[in-house]
């Protein structure tokens, strides 16, 4: 799996407001109009920018046109969810801290030094992350609120991505990949842009974005395959996984 953000993951993040100029441009005024969507006018030295911006105005519209919203419940399944794999994660971080403890105490004297070696690294990472939950829960209970606010707003957008991918699978089918924050209906993401680009919801104008802009979607290298026609693959938008995942404990 690739250890990076699926491509509506990335886009549905919020477009900085510091960054926006007169409603009808994104980016820094000095830098060139790159392409256009949806009447607002980017301005970018990179075509990644570019595309997070295309792609977060055209979703963002896209969930709009097909009455796709977030329910608050759903926002607080997801959070009870993450609470409890983040519960369990400590817990069996904590229990192997105390078993690697526990063996290089009774085998200091005939474990072999490689063995010895590995285990003192794998300790001293735990003992990190230990050391780090304890700081970031000081610090979290000092800030309630606003962790409460950004914990509520990633769960939003990350519900969000869940039910515009589903949608657009449903509307376009196609193939599925895997990515860190769920599955993505790559193909039909990629046919409902290009038949905003032929409507002309959006303009690549500097021809040199073109290519960069659509390689994710075209370079099949990038991704991981869900098999066509298995039984993952069918099921794969089944049901939302932050209810499942409450309900198989």
Do not use: C
Not at 2 to 30: C, D, F, H, K, R
Not at 73 to 100: Q, V, W
Not at 132 to 152: D, G, P, S
Not at 211 to 222: A, G, R
Request: hydrophobic share 35%; proline share 3%.
């Amino acid at each position: 799996m690739q250890a990076v953000l699926n491509w509506i993951g990335i886009i549905m993040l919020s477009l900085s407001t510091s960054q926006l100029y007169a409603v009808q441009s994104y980016g820094n005024p000095e830098d060139p109009v790159v392409a256009e969507v949806l009447s607002l006018q980017i301005r970018t030295k990179t075509p990644e920018e570019m595309q997070s911006v295309i792609g977060q105005k055209l979703l963002q519209n896209y969930a709009k046109q097909n009455n796709i919203v977030v329910m608050q419940k759903d926002i607080d399944l997801y959070l009870t969810r993450m609470d409890r794999f983040e519960s369990e994660d400590r817990k069996n971080n904590n229990a192997r801290r105390i078993e690697i403890q526990q063996q290089l105490k009774d085998g200091s004297l005939t474990m072999p030094a490689q063995k010895k070696k590995q285990l003192d690294s794998e300790l001293n990472t735990l003992n990190s992350l230990h050391q780090f939950e304890i700081a970031e829960k000081a610090e979290n209970e000092k800030n309630k609120e606003a962790v409460l606010k950004v914990r509520q707003d990633m769960a939003k957008a990350s519900i969000a991505q869940w039910m515009i991918n589903k949608a657009l699978y449903q509307q376009y089918g196609g193939r599925i990949i895997y990515q860190q924050m769920g599955p993505e209906a790559l193909d039909a993401t990629h046919d409902y842009l290009k038949e905003q680009q032929k409507k002309g919801a959006f303009t690549i104008i500097d021809k040199r974005f073109e290519v960069p802009f659509w390689e994710y979607f075209i370079n099949d290298s990038k991704h991981q395959f869900y098999k066509q026609g298995s039984t993952e693959e069918k099921l794969a938008f089944d049901s939302p996984p932050w209810r499942k995942s409450l309900q198989r404990r």
